[in-house]
């Protein structure tokens, strides 16, 4: 299928049979409880935002994810554990 429009610099696509994507993240940036294994989205569900390919544990987390503003996105990224610590 191919990526819905860009909304305010993130882009949401599905991959779809066992194309798991490789992810930026280590957590899900909405529900960060929910972990994302060997760095790839353990649901067919990524958003790119700004030039980074996350992953997220559900559509509903898309969704959240589409709804939230930048400095918001910004902030859930910025969650303890979410992205991998800087070297």
Excluded: K, Q, Y
């Amino acid at each position: 299928p191919a990526p819905s429009p860009t909304l305010s610099g993130t882009r949401v696509s599905a991959a779809t049979g066992d194309g798991a994507l490789p992810v930026a993240n280590l957590r899900c940036p909405v529900m960060p409880e929910h972990g994302i294994r060997n760095g790839r989205a353990i649901e067919p569900l990524t958003a790119e935002h700004n030039g980074r390919t996350l992953g997220f544990c559900c559509a509903d987390c898309v969704d959240l994810w589409r709804s939230l503003g930048p400095a918001d996105r910004d902030a859930a990224l910025a969650l303890p554990g979410v992205m991998p610590a800087s070297r």
